[in-house]
């Protein structure tokens, strides 16, 4: 059971960084919006949360700063496909190579020519919020002291649910999604429906990265996000673009991470190439996207450029 509780634990956390992430993407592709770039948000998220957190020593303000350096990322990528109608994949491949980049070359910049951020001070960490509650080292203290975003991600499946499900803005943002032309007629504005739907996936792409920097990790470093960019969105894809399921299989795909992490433990002796063990999320990942992605109904415009007064 105290095995079984630290890989839950583990799945938790890790899983988290992804939650936000995909539910960016469920935002940007709902309508009609490519997100490749979810990579690149997630990695700026990461670099300018860990270093707000460095300058600022206060855990939220560096997690907000992480969700609006995302933001600002996701703009350049709305103008290229929203108002240049701009190739999404190529946008967002562009996305995934300038954020690096810019985090590289500002930590070098900042740190003394360091690519690694200096670690952030536990106190300074994002806090968890059950600590203490339960009794040190009982299962329940295993599992559920974890760090608070988590808990904020988890809510936010429920919350972007109810946005685009519940709200006359969600229905607006898939309106655009199915048939630009048609919202178009019925006086939506489809380019500032985009605009937002895509910004805010890079916020929460950003608060992503942010909340691996600031809470798992404590530092960013280059090989920090290492893919989980595209994993996220291979989720929207698995979810069929829906919060809740997207949700699901981000626990899914930390679940392999953890188990990843757990097997990976020298104490329990077993001897597995760590080589092989750092594969298996990716392998998961392609597995179930081979099993299902047949079954995955995209929103019908999404990836195509759309003019104002086209039908």
Known sequence: MNDLAIILS??????TPLIFTALGGIFSENSGIVNIGLEGMMTIGAFAGATAGVLTGNPWIA????????GLFALIHAIATVSFNADHTISGVAINLLAPGVALFTSKILFNG??????????????RPFNGVFEYGSILDTIFNTYATTYIALAM??????????TKFGLRIRAVGEHPGAADTLGINVSKVRYISVILSGILAGLGGASMSLAIVSTFRPSLISGQGYIALAAVIFGKWRPQWAGAACILFGFSTGLT????????????????????????????????????????ALGNPYKKGER
Do not use: D, R
């Open 10 to 15: 583990t799945t938790l956390m890790y899983s």
């Open 63 to 70: 997690f907000l700063i992480g969700g609006i350096a995302g």
């Open 114 to 127: 360091s690519v690694t951020t200096p670690t952030i001070p536990m106190e300074n960490k994002i806090p």
């Open 157 to 166: 499946i429920f919350v972007v649910w109810f946005v685009l499900y519940k």
């Open 261 to 300: 992490v757990y097997l990976g433990n020298p104490t329990l002796g077993i001897n597995i190439n760590e080589n092989l063990l750092s594969m298996l999320p990716y392998v998961v990942t392609l597995i179930m996207l081979v099993l299902f992605v047949k079954t995955s109904k995209a929103p019908a």
